[in-house]
């Protein structure tokens, strides 16, 4: 009855104490973790009361998970800890560095892009001076623009007819023409004549070579001239005709015949002999040379004239350079900032590795009864001292051989086992060619470089913004007046356009590239000492979890013996029955191997020459024995002697072997130079031992 009252006042202790250390890893994996997310404020909150609320429960009510949330701890001072609190380390200085290197280049473009406006107010302020007037002028000819247009109709009307005359006999041309020039200004191309006639028609108002004009001109007033010379005969042939039809009606006919043959002279028509012959028609004399040129120049002029007209200069602006710069940064950059964040949210999610390795050593702890079973216990003790008090064999004091595999709870020093991820050489505690510091470093040496670079970045642009002020100062007088003389078309034309060019400029103008519209020095956003401290505060928190990491081995141990105390009893004493059957078969293998070594007379091939030298001649080489190479090593565990000489061993004189205190309290014997091992000795299962021994 009294042990299920302290059961459940137990329980409700646990309950409650349970709930509170849930509570206290959620705040943990809250603002280390889930904060590193960086998803909306909503989002965040929401996740952090579900993790508080199943950690909290989850602890205050299971064994199972109470004892992985303890597990946590010191696995996160492991490998796998310290790996996840490197990956944050990284992630810190994706957040940190990286991102305040891209926010100063930003301020980069943007002074870049403030010059360049600067500049360009400058270069305006010039423009103002020298051109603008001019400008003005131009832009207020929109109210000549239809005298303009009149003017350049003229120039069509009196370039058209001449075209006409030259190329062409039919009136069609014109129409085509100003159907054109009405296509063009309106900037799309005719839809009056399909693809047929629209070709035909390029082909007929191609500029022409100069020969080509002048002599389809000459051919065509030959045939005009011939035509008009014909048409003459034509039409005195018909007068002398319709006057003789006249004078025969109306005189007898007996009569009419001699009156009226006068009228059929028609030889008289023929006029060409009369104005010259063939040459009359001759257009050479007519035409000058070089006609034809003049007529192409004309023509190429008026088109000229339309096209620059119709189609100005297009060209961009300083400040749409400017903009489409900084657009694309900011695109490039939002780019960036969105593929670290999702680097950070999968390196914060490695924060459950820590979890699967805790559940994995809870999981191995219940099922393998050797895993990590290597404790030296206040249980272990207790069954050594229960068999001693018996009078059986012991297991404690701990062999050499044994001392290097097994750990000693009440012992502070970290066995070669629990070294193994700092040195090199796991035999030496005291060998600092460290794997896991060797990497660390390399590790902080990455993380700095990173830190060293945004601090260098910010300190540029800090010496530009205190050294880069420059004042410019401008001033300048711009006068002109034109006079245009002359009454007719072209001068009134030019004088109502030169009018408006008459005027005085002066302008005086004070800019500066620190005091603009914008600020046109830097402005170096300084690192925050947060993200260093995080930074250099966890790379110090992995180097003392990488030299204490042995530690967590033992509480992670101690951990599980709490909450499954039939089990660690169970591990106990399987691992002091193993210990008991190695170290038996460990004996009784080495008593056998030197027996048969000393048999076979082989015990000698293990003296080197330095050995030998000290042993046979001591007073001249006596001094070996300061060196590893001249020292004598145990014959059952190969431990090496002290510098004072042989200790424990046989008193046969000439002997020269000698055995460790342990060894020779378990053996008694000297193998080497007894006789002993002669009886009841069986070489058959010498290998059998071996295969045992190895087996563990």
Not at 45 to 54: P, T
Not at 466 to 479: E, S, W
Not at 521 to 541: E, S, W
């Amino acid at each position: 009855m009294h042990t299920d009252r302290r059961s459940k006042k137990f329980r409700k202790s646990k309950l409650i104490l349970g709930f509170f250390y849930g509570f206290f890893l959620s705040l943990i994996l809250y603002h280390f973790v889930i904060v590193d997310l960086e998803f909306t404020e909503e989002t965040t909150h929401l996740m952090g009361i579900v993790i508080s609320l199943f950690l909290s429960i989850g602890h205050a009510i299971s064994q199972q998970v109470r004892c992985l949330g303890l597990l946590a701890m010191p696995t996160f001072c492991d490998k796998s800890g310290q790996r996840v609190l490197v990956t944050m380390v990284f992630a810190y200085v994706m957040a940190g560095p990286l991102n305040n290197i891209m926010r100063n280049g930003s301020e980069v473009i943007r002074v870049f892009t403030c010059s360049s406006a600067l500049v360009y107010n400058l270069t305006k302020t010039r423009y103002e001076l020298m051109f603008k007037p001019f400008q003005e002028a131009l832009f207020n000819l929109k109210a000549e623009t239809n005298e303009i247009k009149e003017t350049i109709n003229s120039i069509n009307d009196v370039i058209d007819p001449i075209r006409q005359e030259f190329e062409s006999d039919s009136d069609s041309i014109e129409l085509h023409e100003r159907n054109d020039y009405l296509d063009d200004l309106q900037m799309r191309p005719s839809k009056m004549y399909s693809a047929k006639s629209s070709e035909r028609t390029k082909n007929m108002y191609k500029i022409p070579e100069p020969s080509e004009v002048e002599i389809k001109y000459r051919n065509k007033l030959r045939r005009k001239c011939k035509g008009i010379i014909n048409r003459a005969d034509e039409k005195c042939k018909a007068a002398f005709q319709n006057s003789y039809d006249s004078c025969t009606n109306s005189v007898h006919w007996s009569v009419n015949w001699a009156l009226c043959w006068p009228m059929q002279v028609t030889f008289v028509c023929n006029l060409a002999p009369l104005f010259g012959g063939e040459d009359v028609c001759n257009s050479g004399k007519s035409v000058n040379s070089g006609f034809g040129k003049g007529y192409v120049y004309l023509t190429k002029s008026k088109d000229e004239l339309k096209r620059e007209f119709l189609h100005p200069e297009q060209y961009r602006n300083a400040y749409d350079m400017t903009r489409d710069m900084m657009m694309d940064f900011r695109e490039k950059r939002r780019a960036a900032e969105f593929v670290f964040v999702c680097i950070r949210r999968l390196l914060a999610f490695s924060f459950l590795k820590i979890l699967l390795d805790s559940q994995s050593y809870m999981h191995k702890y219940l099922t393998d009864i050797e895993h990590d079973n290597a404790y030296v216990t206040r249980y272990y003790r207790k069954i050594d001292a229960r068999r001693k008090k018996i009078g059986k064999h012991t297991l404690l004091p701990l062999k050499k051989t044994e001392k290097s595999k097994m750990v000693d709870l009440r012992s502070y020093k970290l066995v070669n086992r629990e070294c193994d991820h700092l040195v090199g050489i796991p035999k030496s505690n005291f060998r600092f060619c460290c794997k896991s510091l060797v990497k660390l470093v390399f590790e902080i040496i990455a993380a700095s470089s990173l830190v060293l670079l945004d601090v260098v970045f910010y300190e540029a642009l800090d010496v530009i913004k205190r050294h880069a002020k420059i004042d410019y100062f401008q001033t300048g007088h711009h006068n002109l007046y034109i006079k245009v003389k002359g009454t007719g078309m072209i001068a009134n034309l030019l004088r109502s356009v030169v009018d408006r060019f008459n005027f005085k400029k002066n302008i005086t103008v004070n800019l500066s590239n620190e005091i603009t519209y914008t600020v046109c020095l830097p402005n170096p956003h300084k690192l925050d000492a947060y993200y260093l401290h995080k930074i250099y505060g966890t790379l110090m928190l992995v180097f003392f979890m990488t030299v204490f990491a042995g530690y967590s081995s033992r509480l992670k141990r101690l951990i599980c013996a709490v909450f499954f105390r039939k089990r660690e009893k169970r591990r106990v004493l399987y691992l002091y029955n193993e210990t008991l059957r190695k170290r038996t078969a460990f004996f009784r293998y080495m008593k056998q191997k030197v027996a048969k070594l000393a048999r076979e007379n082989k015990l000698s091939e293990d003296l080197d020459i330095f050995l030998t030298l000290r042993l046979k001649f001591p007073s001249l080489f006596g001094w070996l024995v300061w060196f590893a190479c001249g020292r004598r090593k145990c014959l059952i565990c190969g431990e090496p002697e002290t510098k004072a000489g042989k200790q424990y061993g046989c008193n046969t004189v000439g002997c020269v072997y000698i055995h460790c205190e342990q060894c020779w309290k378990d053996v008694g014997v000297c193998f080497a130079c007894s006789d002993t091992y002669c009886t009841n000795y069986n070489y058959a299962n010498l290998n059998e031992i071996k295969l045992y021994c190895l087996k563990y």
